[in-house]
């Protein structure tokens, strides 16, 4: 018997990155802290509260959790004027940006993106029988706006991705590059349509001082999609809380592909408890940004190279040999992450007693 598997996921293996039990990891980009304490208790009387009814489907439509996600991106970028409707969610930004696929990609048209970036983007595109073309970036990762724009009026996608800071660059992208990108894929689509601009922010929480977020363009451009996830700077990993922001026009156009109830009223309840308490939540973020910019410094002190980043994990390089130094550190109980460009490895900013394992492991391993 043979099961009739596609023929384009023969042989595929599911994505994801080692599992491995021990000491530090920092190969996922996680937030190393856990909830503060009066979250998790406030998350349990959440979900008490949310157990009464847990024998009705949940808001359809996650009305109030949209609000306080609203709340939240006027706060934390300064911009105004978001509303219920501007903003969707799923369980993670991952599958946020598999609806974008649903309802933008399909048979006959294409997804770009600017390669080396997240790995998750071509399997977007598959899932969706949607054609993948990445683009290039420049020899610093950054991303050329004049070859960028040439890229999207030769491809014509449906849909354009750009991880903004990028994974696993740590590249964010200037506020210009943005603005260029999304007046280039203002009818660069499939029958003169506008191309669908989604800015992938889900490390914008780490961004350096002085780096705008695409959220401060999302009115002039109703093609825009601004996506953020409580994955990293809300230490959430495990409750798979992705949003967007975006026209409602757009927002509404992943109503129509989601599943029905797809966000869990625990879901609902536990994102808005952790939200009441974001500004809470800054406090690890700054301590993040400060270990990340060290050891930015001290890799380079050491003679390696090391990417700005404004995100909370820092590649670096330049290896002859990347496995035996991913596998050096991890005899050494610190799990960090073999991707990206050939030569270099990613690791995700920790603690500060992670970081000072990993500088011990990867000074013994390499002798520098
Ligand atoms: N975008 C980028 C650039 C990421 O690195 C990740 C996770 N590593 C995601 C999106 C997805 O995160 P989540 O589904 O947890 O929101």
């Known amino acids: 018997m043979t099961l009739p598997l596609r023929p384009d996921l023969v042989g595929l293996e599911p ?14 980009n996680e937030n190393p802290y856990s909830p503060p304490d009066v979250v998790i208790k ?10 009464g009814a847990l024998n009705r489907y949940p808001d359809r439509d996650f009305a109030a959790l949209r609000a306080d996600l609203a709340a939240y991106l006027e706060r934390e970028s300064h911009v105004t004027g978001l509303e219920v409707a501007n903003i969707w969610a799923a369980n993670g930004s991952n599958e946020v940006m598999l609806h974008l696929h ?56 449906a849909v354009v991705l750009v991880a903004s800071p990028n994974n696993p660059t740590g590249t964010a992208v200037p506020i210009d590059v943005v603005e260029r990108l999304a007046e280039a894929t203002r009818e660069s689509g499939p029958d003169g349509a506008s191309s669908v601009l989604v800015i992938d922010e889900a490390y914008a929480e780490f961004r350096r001082e002085g780096t705008a977020s695409a959220l401060t363009l999302l009115a002039r451009y109703p093609h825009l999609a601004v996506s953020r996830t409580m994955s990293k700077a809300f230490a959430f990993a495990g409750t798979r809380l992705g949003y ?19 966000l869990s009223a625990v879901t609902q309840a536990v994102a808005r408890a952790a939200l009441a308490h974001a500004d809470l939540l800054q406090e690890q973020v700054a301590q993040i940004r400060a270990d990340r910019d060290a050891c930015l410094s001290w890799l380079r002190e050491r003679g390696f190279t090391a990417v700005d980043s404004d995100a909370n994990f820092v590649l670096f390089g330049l290896f002859e040999d990347r496995h035996a130094i991913w596998q050096g550190l991890l005899d050494r109980g610190v799990l960090i992450r073999e991707t990206g460009p050939e030569q270099y490895l990613r690791v995700s900013i920790g603690t500060p007693e992670e970081m000072t394992a990993f500088r011990n492991a990867l000074t013994e391993v390499t002798g520098q």
Do not use: C
């Open 244 to 262: 967007l922001a975006a026209a409602p026009e757009l927002v509404d156009a992943l109503r129509v592909v989601r599943l029905p109830y797809h």
């Open 15 to 28: 994505y994801g990155a080692p599992q491995l039990d021990v000491p530090h990891l920092l190969n996922v």
């Open 42 to 51: 406030e998350i349990g009387e959440a979900v008490h509260a949310a157990g």
């Open 102 to 157: 649903q309802a933008f990609g399909g048979p006959g048209r294409t997804s770009l993106g600017f390669a080396p970036t997240y790995s998750m983007y071509p399997e977007y595109a598959r899932d969706t029988l949607t054609d993948w073309h990445a683009a290039p970036r420049a020899a610093d990762f950054s991303i050329d706006p004049e070859v960028a724009v040439a890229e999207i009026e030769r491809v014509r996608p």
